[in-house]
């Protein structure tokens, strides 16, 4: 793990692991850790360490297949590095991805009763921003972004 300053622009904590999920836990923590850093307030960041753990556990699950060769990469970019108001989330996957467009309804009556498929709507709307998109080097990249509102504050 590092922490790096880019420019005083934004801060970067980054987290680069094997597909365990024993490392939930303390991705977990570091969400939080990030989150208080840039002040949201505790209901918003219980929902946001929701959408991360998600997020994590898609990259391991179906990203990665559970091959524990492949590596999950998670960023906490907080911006701007001083008085933070953002905090974005990268997750990466060595994966073959997927098309987010295909990815089912989890509301459509037909998968109402079904136990998985609920991960990208959880982030769609714990998240101010959602973006689902093929890696540069491959496999999957989420991208979501919490903004503190002034309530937050």
Not at 120 to 140: E, H, T
Request: proline content about 5%; glycine content about 6%.
């Amino acid at each position: 793990m590092n922490a790096t300053n880019r420019m005083d622009t934004h801060s970067v904590v980054r987290l680069e692991f094997r597909s365990h999920f024993d490392m939930l836990d303390f991705v977990q923590v570091v969400c939080e850790e990030t989150g208080q850093l840039v002040g949201l307030e505790e209901d918003s960041l219980h929902w946001v360490s929701v959408a991360v753990r998600e997020s994590v556990i898609n990259a391991i699950k179906h990203g990665n297949r559970e091959v524990e060769e492949k590596l999950v990469t998670v960023e906490f970019t907080l911006t701007p590095a001083i008085e933070p108001t953002q905090l974005q989330i990268r997750v990466v996957d060595q994966g073959e991805g997927f098309d987010p467009i295909e990815v089912a309804d989890p509301l459509a009556p037909e998968n109402l009763l079904k136990s998985n498929g609920r991960g990208i709507f959880f982030m769609r709307n714990f998240m101010d921003d959602l973006r689902l998109q093929r890696g540069p080097d491959g496999g999957m990249e989420v991208v979501m972004v919490k903004r503190v509102t002034p309530a937050d504050s």
